[in-house]
């Protein structure tokens, strides 16, 4: 059996990572263990959504922190882990 993550399961993570602190795509990348690929096309998903918002200072280098919204995901997904218990 295959114990692949979804894209659900890699978004939550990624932000979970940005508000433990990591907040650069390439850190994000190594923290979430994915491919450069999969790490992108996650941060374009999460900011379309208005769950993670680009606070680039310069434009040479991106950085991200969570929204309020974003944070209500990690609460409600919190709150399923403890109910489920996996």
Excluded at 76 to 84: D, F, I, R, T
Aim: hydrophobic fraction near 30%; proline fraction near 1%.
């Amino acid at each position: 059996m295959s114990l692949r993550r979804s894209k659900f399961q890699i978004s939550v993570e990624v932000l979970t990572a940005i508000s433990h602190g990591e907040y650069r795509p390439t850190r994000l990348m190594y923290e979430c263990n994915l491919s450069w690929n999969s790490t992108k096309d996650t941060l374009v998903l999460l900011e379309s959504k208005g769950y993670i918002d680009n606070v680039s200072e310069n434009h040479k280098r991106k950085h991200y922190c969570v929204t309020s919204k974003g944070q209500e995901i990690i609460g409600y997904y919190s709150g399923l882990q403890e109910l489920v218990h996996i």
